[in-house]
């Protein structure tokens, strides 16, 4: 079998809590990973998001862990701040009439900033690709692009879990 050869794991969701991946990393198959826990993101997933600890190699942990920081940063200070802006920006705006001329600069300017955060975080998460583990349909998680030897790793150690 080809030495680059790779394929998806499938997860099942009752094997979800209760299982420990092997030390091997999941992205390269190097033997000294890093173990970075990471959201397992579905697209109509409600309620909160289940995550999973696993293996890395260190560059990949490295973007993993500076996409958790962003996803922090972004959930609890930008977009806060973004919609404060916006709504500020509107009351200055329904109030420019008594204000003066002076409010529409301020609104101008309130709005330039948020538009300038937007297009910050879209940019910056164009930049960032976090490596995914997505929730299927049925709740099973998707590890994509594993070698092959990691893949027999995971299989010998939970026969539940299935290659793609």
């Keep these: ?10 997860i099942p969701v009752g094997l979800l ?3 420990s991946a092997p030390a091997v990393a999941v992205t390269d198959g190097s033997g000294d990973p890093e173990w970075v826990t990471l959201p397992c993101i579905g697209r109509f997933q409600y309620g909160p998001v289940p995550a999973l600890t696993m293996p890395l190699d260190h560059r990949t942990a490295a973007v993993a862990r500076e996409w958790l920081e962003y996803q922090r940063r972004n959930k609890t200070f930008v977009t806060p701040a973004t919609i404060l802006l916006l709504v500020a920006a509107t009351g200055v ?5 008594r204000w003066g001329a002076a409010a529409y600069i301020t609104g101008l300017v309130m709005l330039a900033v948020a538009a300038a955060a ?3 975080r879209m940019r910056k998460e164009k930049r960032l690709v976090l490596p ?27 026969p539940e879990i299935s290659t793609i």
Excluded at 93 to 97: K, L, N, R, S
């Design 1 to 10: 079998m080809d030495a680059g050869a790779k394929a998806d794991l499938l």
């Design 17 to 19: 809590g209760e299982f």
């Design 93 to 97: 705006f329904v109030m420019a009439d």
């Design 118 to 120: 937007t297009l910050w």
């Design 132 to 158: 995914a583990f997505p929730r299927l349909s049925g709740g099973a998680v998707r590890i994509g692009q594993v070698p092959i030897e990691v893949c027999r790793q995971w299989v010998d150690r939970y």
